[in-house]
Each structure stands twice: as structure tokens, then as C-alpha cells.
């Protein structure tokens, strides 16, 4: 495994570049970062490149490897012949800005578009409540490290500059799942806000975006296809279609929630694509959902969670101390004591 080896690395910027050859030194457990590290340390100090944690968990190291999206942080040399030439490339879907370093602000746009969590205007930050089937559903969406190799691996913006304004792109398709699951999520249309302005129509569930996640989430199968697939009932669905005509005199849900939530026809609420908070409550948002209720305030005056709040009766989970623990707790039980002021 020790000894040198051969790699191409791309060099160059915005206006163009090629391939250069190096022969560099590789050692027993190394990854791809650390080859990159020791060719700035040695032949190329001006090599480019973005990196923070080197462990997998912050997604800013991507690159092609070998013609692979991947973190070169988690590609191992000994994924490699000893023979093979190791070729690292930019992500090619996002402009080049130097080296191995591309501008991805395409997908922080994507993100900034995509509406915000919504809970419901009642609910005070620490009021939230839901059951942990719940969590568990959107916990594995929570997991992406926005190191956008999926973004860069769909094909649907890979070749095509001109789809990506109309086109969000996997991440945020996940993003998006995760809210409409999301059961304090008062908006009732992000699937129809998937399909109308993310451009979930484009994704023709080809996969591969699921192939390069290294947190391995099921990006189509657990994200995209279950919208899609609730899209498609909504719309096309005979029984569904038949249900609106005979229950709904005609509307369309979209027509339905938003008359139902505010009395006012579509044609008099505010445009598609306006979130700010008074086009929102204009449009209405779903009161009829059930959720559930604290009976108790979640903060005090000052800002401070009350120790009632882990004694309640409604405590989101039972109390990391154990359900027979009383508090104040007694002096003796508390590993911590706060110093005074002015020690
Ligand atoms: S499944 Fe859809 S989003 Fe994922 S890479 Fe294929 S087209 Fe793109
Ligand atoms: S979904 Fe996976 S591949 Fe896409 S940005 Fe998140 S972690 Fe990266
Ligand atoms: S350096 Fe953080 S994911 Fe690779």
C-alpha cells in the first residue's frame, strides 16, 4: 500500500482548465483528503479545495472521484487497484470557482425558496408536541449533511444549466417529504408545492441520487416516490376524483383548503409563492387538524423552561430521570452546583 502513486487532479477556474499529472505518496489508511492534503503540502501549495471536519459529517469535501460523486474525506486509497490512476474532478453541476472548488449557492437559492416549517400560530416555540413514531418517520431525512452529491449526481440539472430554476433537486424533495409528514407542519400543500414549484414532475425516479448519499437515505424511495405517488391520487385518482365531485361540489383541495380555512375564493387569495406571514394567514392554514394540547406554559417570563414542564403529565417523553424522581431534587442528587455571583 505504501509508496507512490499516480492521480489527475483538475486544475483550473470559471474560464477552463485541464488534468495534471502527480505522482504522490500514499500511506496505509489514507483517503483521498489526506493525498490532497499532502500534494498542497508539497508539489501544489495554490491546490484549491473545500474541507472542514474529515470525518464525514459536514459534506464539504465533495468531489468526483474516479468519475464518483463522493466525500474524498470517506474514500479510502484501498478502495483503489495499486495500479489505477485516481482522477479528481469538481463537481461538475455547479460552476467551478477554483481547483476542486465549486460554487454551490444553486442549492442554498433551492433552500432559501423552499417555505419554512409552519407550526401552528398558537403554539409557542417549546409547546410543540408529537409522538415518537413521528420523529422516527422524518428523523432519517434530518440526517442529510447538505454535501449535495445528489444534487450534483441527478441528471435532471447534471447536464442541463437551463432546468434549474424550475428544478429544486433531491435534497429538497427530501426536505419537503419531511415536512409534509411533519405532524405539526401547518401547511397542507407541500406536495403540491413539490410539484408546482420544485419540480418533482422532472424526477423520473432514476435512483442515482440514492446511490451517492453517504448517509444512505432512501431519497426516492422513502421521499420522492410517496409524494409523487400522493400527488398522482389527488389528481388522478378515479375514487378520489369521484369523492370531490360528490363531496366537494367540484373544488379542487387546493380551492377546498383554502376556502375552508379563510371563506375566501381562490381567486381573491394572495399570489402563489407569497410566504410571507400575512399572505399565509390570508390563505388559511389547516385549523381543523387535531394536535395535541400542553396544559402547561412552556416558558417563564423570564425565558426559562419550568421544572414543571418535565413533570407534566404531558412531558413529550418520560423524564430522563426516571418517572419516581421528585423535584427540586435534594441538594445530595446534583452533580453540579451553580457558583455565585460575583465568585
Ligand atoms: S431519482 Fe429523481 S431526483 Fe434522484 S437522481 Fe433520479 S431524477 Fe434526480
Ligand atoms: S440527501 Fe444525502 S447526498 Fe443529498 S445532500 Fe443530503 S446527505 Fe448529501
Ligand atoms: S471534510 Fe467534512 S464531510 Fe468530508
Not at 51 to 68: Q, R, V, Y
Not at 191 to 208: D, R, V
Amino acid at each position: 500500500m505504501m509508496g507512490k502513486r499516480h492521480f489527475k487532479v483538475w486544475r483550473g477556474d470559471e474560464d477552463g482548465g485541464d488534468l495534471q499529472d502527480y505522482q504522490v505518496e500514499v500511506n496505509e489508511g489514507e483517503v483521498v483528503l489526506d493525498i490532497i492534503h499532502r500534494l498542497q503540502a508539497t508539489e501544489a501549495p495554490d491546490l484549491a479545495c473545500r474541507w472542514n471536519c474529515k470525518a464525514g459529517k459536514c459534506g464539504s469535501c465533495s468531489m468526483e472521484i474516479n468519475g464518483m460523486p463522493r466525500l474524498s474525506c470517506m474514500t479510502r486509497m484501498s478502495t483503489f487497484e495499486e495500479s489505477e490512476t485516481v482522477t479528481v474532478t469538481p463537481l461538475r453541476t455547479f460552476p467551478v470557482i477554483r481547483d476542486l472548488v465549486t460554487d454551490v449557492s444553486f442549492n442554498y437559492e433551492k433552500a432559501r425558496e423552499t417555505p419554512a416549517f409552519a407550526p401552528p400560530t398558537d403554539l409557542a416555540p417549546g409547546e410543540y408536541r408529537m409522538t415518537q413514531v413521528d420523529v422516527e418517520r422524518s428523523q432519517e431525512f434530518r440526517k442529510c449533511i447538505e454535501c449535495f452529491l445528489c444534487q450534483n449526481t441527478c441528471h435532471v440539472v447534471r447536464d442541463h444549466e437551463e432546468n434549474k430554476q424550475a428544478f429544486a433537486g433531491p435534497r429538497y424533495f427530501i426536505r419537503a417529504a419531511e415536512l409534509d409528514m411533519h405532524p405539526l407542519d401547518d401547511r397542507t400543500d407541500r406536495k403540491e408545492y413539490a410539484q408546482q414549484s420544485q419540480g418533482l414532475g422532472y424526477c423520473n425516479i432514476t435512483k442515482c441520487c440514492t446511490e451517492v448519499c453517504p448517509e444512505h437515505i432512501k431519497i426516492t424511495d422513502n421521499a420522492i416516490i410517496p409524494m409523487k405517488e400522493r400527488v398522482v391520487d389527488r389528481r388522478y385518482d378515479p375514487l378520489v376524483w369521484l369523492g370531490s365531485k360528490i363531496f366537494r361540489r367540484g373544488q379542487s383541495h387546493r380551492e377546498l383548503d383554502q376556502v375552508g380555512a379563510t371563506g375566501l375564493p381562490a381567486s381573491e387569495l394572495p399570489a402563489r409563492g407569497d410566504h410571507s406571514p400575512k399572505a399565509e394567514a390570508e390563505r388559511g392554514v389547516n385549523w381543523h387538524r387535531q394536535v395535541p394540547r400542553p396544559q402547561t406554559a412552556s416558558v417563564d417570563q423570564n425565558g426559562r423552561l419550568p421544572l414543571t414542564e418535565l413533570t407534566s403529565e404531558n412531558a413529550a417523553a418520560s423524564s430522563p430521570f426516571g418517572d419516581d424522581v421528585q423535584f427540586p431534587l435534594p441538594s445530595e442528587s446534583l452533580n453540579y452546583h451553580h457558583p455565585r455571583q460575583g465568585d
